[in-house]
């Protein structure tokens, strides 16, 4: 198993979206990221990214499709792409992977549908395990549908967090943390994912990757982070 990170820009986000008693005139700058995730000689994504995202400024933005052009891999060669949720800068370049299968919880496949119909989609209630290392989990903390990934490696899991939480300062401020949909899903998201067992790795996190570009995060059984 390999993970890549892969920065594509960075934008600014108020920081009443990030903490519940923010300062909506107070900026935090946040990354752009999306996640290869290769198995078995397949290759998934984990969300896709955005070309625009509308009411937020774009920095140092380059399309995500041509980075991932940039490691070899065109949108033809994706087997699968994983979505941590829906929003627009999620999901807007899906268009990229027309045979790529789309992994989604049932409550956000509509969108995915309107999107991306040709592609075959997959959905779940609760979990869905794409590998003996791989699930994907409902968490519904951030949007109805919005979930994690874990991938379980010798020395920790590695969870792909998606927009369940914006800023690594929540783990140590919960009861602050910002919920888009629901508080309780919220709360239990950083009381499990605080245990020492896991890694959690936001798709904001603005140190993860340094500018536009990618970094590999783990290969076998080779711990990176």
């Known amino acids: ?37 290769e198995i078995n000689g397949k290759k998934y994504l984990a969300d896709v990214g955005c070309d625009t995202m509308p009411g937020f400024e774009l920095i140092e933005h380059t399309s995500p499709i041509k980075l991932l052009n940039g490691l070899g891999i065109n949108g033809a060669d994706v087997d699968g792409v994983i979505l941590s949720h829906t929003h627009h800068d999620h999901i807007d370049g899906i268009r990229y992977y027309p045979n790529a299968t789309v992994y989604v919880h049932e409550r956000e496949a509509d969108n995915v549908k309107k999107l991306a119909p040709d592609n075959k989609i997959i959905t779940f209630s609760k979990e869905y395990k794409l590998a003996d290392n791989v ?10 549908g919005s979930c994690v990934v874990e ?41 499990e994912y ?22 590999v995060l783990y290969c076998n059984s080779e711990e990176k982070l």
């Open 151 to 191: 991938l379980t490696t010798d020395k920790t899991v590695y969870v792909l967090c998606g927009d369940e939480s914006y800023h690594k300062l929540c783990f140590s401020c919960k009861d602050r943390a910002k919920a888009g949909y629901s508080a309780e899903r919220s709360a239990y998201f950083y009381t």
């Open 135 to 144: 699930v994907i989990k409902h968490i519904g903390g951030h949007s109805a």
């Open 194 to 215: 605080s245990k020492p067992r896991y890694t959690a790795i936001l798709f904001h996190d603005d140190d993860i990757v340094k500018g536009v570009g990618s970094r």
């Open 1 to 37: 198993m390999k993970l890549t990170a892969i920065r594509y820009g960075t934008t600014l986000l108020n920081e009443d979206w990030i903490f519940t008693d923010g300062n909506p005139d107070k900026k935090y700058r946040i990354a752009l990221l999306f996640f290869l995730l």
